[in-house]
């Protein structure tokens, strides 16, 4: 009887084990932004600017419970934020740090397929100011290419996508005069590149072609004069006689 009884409280224990399991089960999906940038590998700078500006926090809260709209993020890589101006990233204050970050993130999941026929400019966390914030998002189904009045370029590739969270890979940060300040001048576009000089022997003789012209026809003219000698002499000779 005891050793009935004993095997039923056992049941009993597992049956209770496996359902609280069941219950503390979490959420399908990511629930940190911070690890699906780290995971890549080459996010550290972006990372280290949404935990400053603390947009990291929302974004997490909103993802572990699963609720609303989701987000989309575009993530510069290390090699965009070094390939700023030197100093650009510390010289911004708190604001425009904070304003950098969210001009970054779309309050809204959107796949790749949806940038073809999302309206422009896109409403990011930085507002819907489409003066200061700009983000036009245009997709031909093969490239899509972001412009912001400042900034031009592509998505790389796509570091994460589970229908709640879409994070896109950019090779360049995205600053707006809403970022910069009104007064802040555009950068300056890239010097055109370089075209090799054309050789001046292309174009003109050298001095040793024309000397040996000269020369030639000198001598020509010494071999007309000759000719021309002989024939007199011999108009001379048959003439007196």
């Not at 422009?120 to 200061?132: L, M, Q, S, W, Y």
């Not at 879409?166 to 055109?192: H, N």
């Not at 000198?218 to 007196?240: C, E, H, K, M, P």
Request: glycine residues 6%; proline residues 6%.
């Amino acid at each position: 009887m005891m050793k009935q009884l004993s095997s039923f409280l056992l049941l009993l224990a597992l049956l209770h084990l496996c359902n609280k399991s069941s219950g503390q089960s979490s959420p399908s999906g990511a629930s940190d932004i911070t690890s699906v940038l780290k995971k890549s590998g080459k996010f550290a700078t972006f990372i280290g600017l949404l935990k400053s500006t603390q947009m990291d926090e929302p974004i997490n809260s909103q993802l572990q419970k699963a609720t609303g709209q989701g987000f989309t993020i575009f993530a510069p890589t290390d090699t965009a934020f070094s390939d700023l101006k030197t100093g650009t990233l510390n010289s911004f204050t708190d604001e425009q740090k904070i304003k950098l970050a969210q001009f970054h993130i779309i309050p809204t999941y959107l796949a790749v397929s949806q940038f073809q026929t999302v309206s422009n400019p896109v409403r990011t966390e930085a507002g819907n100011d489409a003066v200061g914030f700009p983000l036009n998002v245009i997709s031909n189904g093969t490239q899509v290419n972001i412009t912001t009045g400042l900034v031009n370029t592509t998505v790389d590739s796509t570091v994460y996508s589970d229908g709640q969270l879409a994070v896109y890979e950019i090779p360049d940060v995205l600053l707006s005069q809403g970022i910069l300040g009104k007064g802040a001048p555009a950068p300056a576009p890239l010097p055109p590149k370089a075209r090799k000089a054309s050789p001046s022997t292309s174009l003109a003789p050298s001095k040793s072609t024309t000397a040996s012209v000269d020369s030639s026809s000198a001598v020509d003219l010494n071999r007309y004069a000759s000719i021309v000698t002989s024939i007199g002499v011999a108009v001379l000779a048959a003439l007196s006689l």
